[in-house]
């Protein structure tokens, strides 16, 4: 089968033929027809992440149709459409994940490739209103967002919710989930394009973060007194900026982080913190319950995905500069059957 490998870090990928996976007990064979990336597959490229194990087929997300079942597998499975989940042995804590917890696509083999094995159990029906390529879109992104926005941060649907940094992957599921739950939503971003293709998705309004005064315009469009602060605030890049997401939080507001693309968390002052109340959390992942219940919610509101640009297999290395270089709104696709 053909398949995107990376050999060796801070090298190019290369599409080749490798062998195919055969099925053993209790998992399957699918036949992908779409996969998408996550800034996690740059981070492996780059030798960024714990736990490297090289020669890897990267890519944690992932669409097909079932090809193979190994013994012990239900025949029901065999020619279905799925989606398939790439958080592995979780464990039986709801609240963090076992020592053995693992992400398709690195230390196994992931989704860049024709064919894929993986436990049956981590299997899920393809919502019926989505392409191979918009279902493609979901996983990894989506259980984060699910996790962090509705889990972590317990969301309720008459809150008022703010997403930085919208056009990632995560943080469009996160506004998608929000407005689908009927929550009011505000974004940032460094494009004054994101911001208004974020409004086209429903968000109320957002504030550009180059502004140096984004915090005070932020709280003028919203409200300009404590009714414009913010109960939720789902991030994603921690760094220097952190600390101003405290000064737009409301008292007892909860603020949910699951990356730090932009650094370290500095210059906090604990006093607006605990005189506030705030609750803060970190999140990553999600559980199989988590998984299957975003999925539902997913094919209740008939969510479709926003996806930036589709590649060919072959194209993957150009696939992942494009993610690299930022400029992404939504997630990039790759077309692989």
Known sequence: ???????????????????????????????LKAAALNHRDVFVQQGKYPGMKLPVIIGSDGAGVVSEIGEGVSEEWLGKEVIINPSHNWGPDDRFYSKSFKILGM????????Y????????HPKPQHLSFEAAA?????????????MTRAGMKPSERVLVTGIGGGVA???????????AEVWVTSGSDEKIEKAIALGAKGGVNYKDPNWTKNLIAATGGDRSGYF??????????????????ATAGGRICFFGGT??????????KVFFKQLNIYGSTMGTEAEFEAMIQFIEE??????????FALDDTEMALRRMDNGTQFGKIVLKIG
Not at 16 to 29: D, F, L, S, T
Not at 137 to 149: D, K, Q, V
Not at 231 to 248: E, M, N, R, W, Y
């Open 301 to 310: 509101k008939q969510i479709q995905p926003i996806l930036d640009e589709t």
């Open 1 to 31: 089968m053909k398949a995107a490998i990376i050999q060796e870090v801070n090298q190019p990928v290369y599409v080749q033929e490798v062998e195919k996976p055969q099925a053993g007990p209790g998992e399957v064979i699918v036949q």
């Open 231 to 248: 109960d939720v605030i789902i991030d994603s890049a921690g760094g220097p900026h952190f600390a101003k997401l405290i000064d737009v």
């Open 116 to 123: 894929l094995k993986v436990e049956a159990k981590y299997l």
């Open 172 to 182: 469009l599921f996160v506004l998608q989930f929000a407005v689908a739950s009927g």
């Open 262 to 271: 932009t650094g370290n968390i500095t210059d906090i002052i604990p006093g």
């Open 137 to 149: 879109a979901i996983p990894l992104g989506g259980l984060t967002a699910w996790r962090a926005l």
């Open 107 to 114: 230390p196994d083999n992931g989704t860049f490739a024709e």
